[in-house]
């Protein structure tokens, strides 16, 4: 069974930098056939996808342009884990962050499957 | 960005009845898209994905159909655990992008 582990702190002071952790267990961040997303959810947004990380062959990474100044997911194979880190944040980056892992459907969507349990982040002095 | 949009944004029925929640995309997405089924404080959970295929796990009660722009999950016979919000996702082009979301309840 395949479960995702988020760690990180909930109060982050403006401008600073956001980081969370999502440790895997059950599946490997450096599968072929899994992408490690990013989401978070925050009632102004709604859910809005971040980013995500995959490997096929080498490493890969998508990131939403609304973030992709300030994002950076890393893959962490000695830990089996993937990060998260948000720079110069606003109080406008306050929300819910979910870890989750998509599952490759090849030629189609596979949605996803696993998520973590949301770690609640507020962006406050 | 392809926009999503959900209606009903809140529907109350009855235990039993049949439910259809309706997504649109603003652009042809084929069958890139999935379902999820969010309750209070919880993660979302995968129902549907490539719009029609049932997640391993989830009743049979809940479906999907469509592709291109027009999209629907029905549950038939409701159940008080189906109580939550249901989310539609676009997976076809970057970003990502989910439905406002769609409040079930019972009357």
């Known amino acids: 069974q395949v479960q995702l582990q988020q760690s990180g702190p909930g109060l982050v002071k403006p401008s600073q930098t956001l980081s969370l952790t999502c440790a895997i267990s059950?599946?490997?961040?450096?599968?072929?056939?899994?992408?490690w997303n990013w989401i978070r959810q925050s009632p102004s947004r709604g859910l809005e996808w971040l980013g995500r990380?995959?490997?096929?062959?080498?490493?890969?990474?998508d990131f939403a342009v609304s973030v992709k100044s300030r994002i950076t997911i890393n893959p962490d194979t000695s830990k089996n884990q993937f990060s998260l880190q948000l720079n110069s944040v606003t109080p406008e980056d306050t929300a819910v962050y979910y870890c989750?892992?998509?599952?490759?459907?090849?030629?189609?969507?596979?949605?996803?499957?696993?998520w973590g349990q949301g770690t609640t982040v507020t962006v406050s002095s | 960005d392809i926009q999503m949009t959900q209606s009903p944004s809140s529907v109350s029925a009855s235990v039993g009845a049949r439910v259809t929640i309706t997504c649109r995309a603003s652009?042809?997405?084929?069958?890139?898209l999935a379902w999820y089924q969010q309750k209070p404080g919880k993660a979302p959970k995968l129902l549907i994905y490539?719009?029609?295929s049932l997640q391993s796990g989830v009743p049979s009660r809940f479906s999907g159909s469509g592709s291109g722009t027009d999209f629907t999950l029905t549950i038939t016979s409701l159940q008080p655990e189906d109580s939550a919000t249901y989310y539609c996702?676009?997976?076809?082009?970057?970003?990502?992008?989910f439905g406002p979301g769609t409040k079930v309840d019972f009357k």
């Open positions: 990380t995959y490997y096929k062959s080498k490493w890969y990474n």
């Open positions: 490539a719009a029609s």
């Open positions: 996702q676009q997976g076809n082009r970057f970003p990502f992008t």
């Open positions: 652009q042809d997405i084929s069958s890139w």
């Open positions: 059950g599946d490997s961040v450096s599968s072929n056939s899994a992408a």
């Open positions: 989750a892992r998509e599952s490759d459907g090849g030629s189609s969507f596979w949605g996803m499957d696993v």
